[in-house]
């Protein structure tokens, strides 16, 4: 019902919830050998059940205003999506999380739709840090946080794992530099910030 062009390619984005739990399993089915390497995510959706099951825990983090999951339509297939497991807004952190089926790589679809939920959480709900936590062989996810201007540092805590961060450029949450503040206030930079270990839960 709610979409948002991401782009001439009929690509969108949608929120994806408890109805669609058939839907969300055929398409973690075609995900699941490319997800199932690097975040224990597909894993918790192996039939319909456990697969309503997780967009219910996130229906849950959404009415509590501490996490939100979306999917990406391509064609109107659901070929991926973006959720933020971490959405902390009394410390302005929050993490994002995101998977493809294979088909849909190589397209922009993840970088295009994360551009909007960090737009989203620092722009619009005055967050100061978005975190994407990868491992440090996950080439492709480390390129994605590159091209959305990211920058990393290495977690001795972590095995084989790299936090990689986004914060507004030394300023308090939602502060644009020019004396406005909260929610709606513009950051024009970022710079690298301490992060946690995490799973995509
Ligand atoms: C991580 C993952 C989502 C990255 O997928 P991806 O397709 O590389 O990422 P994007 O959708 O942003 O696409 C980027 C590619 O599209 C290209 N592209 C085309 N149009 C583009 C556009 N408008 N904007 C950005 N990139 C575009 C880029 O050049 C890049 O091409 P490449 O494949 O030659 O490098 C995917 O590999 C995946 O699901 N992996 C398993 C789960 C996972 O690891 N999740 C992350 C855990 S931290």
Redesign the pocket.
């Known amino acids: 019902m709610f979409a948002i062009s991401l782009?001439d390619d009929k690509a969108e984005l949608r929120p994806l919830e408890v109805w669609q739990d058939e839907e969300f399993l055929a398409h973690m089915d075609r995900?699941r050998e490319?997800?199932d390497?690097?975040?224990p995510?597909a894993s918790f959706a192996t039939d319909r059940e456990s697969a309503r099951a997780l967009l219910r825990r996130y229906a849950e983090k959404q009415a509590a205003d501490t996490g939100r999951l979306y999917g990406i339509w391509l064609e109107g297939t659901l070929v991926?999506g973006v959720l933020f497991r971490i959405f902390d807004t009394a410390s302005g952190n929050c993490e994002i999380?995101?998977?493809?089926?294979?088909a849909?790589?190589?397209?922009?679809?993840?970088?295009?739709?994360?551009e909007r939920l960090i737009d989203w959480a620092v722009y619009e709900r005055g967050m100061h840090r978005v975190e994407?936590?990868?491992?440090a062989a996950?080439t492709?996810?480390?390129?994605?946080?590159k091209?959305l201007g990211m920058t990393s540092s290495t977690r001795a805590w972590s095995r084989h794992a790299e936090s990689t961060h986004l914060t507004p450029r030394g300023r308090p949450t939602g502060d644009d530099g020019n004396g406005q503040t909260g929610p709606k206030a513009r950051n024009p930079g970022f710079l690298p910030c301490p992060g946690r270990a995490s799973d995509?839960s």
């Open positions: 782009g995900a490319l997800v390497p690097w975040i995510f991926g999380g995101v998977w493809l089926e294979p849909a790589q190589g397209r922009g679809l993840i970088t295009r739709a994360a994407w936590d990868a491992s996950n492709r996810s480390i390129a994605v946080a091209r995509a």
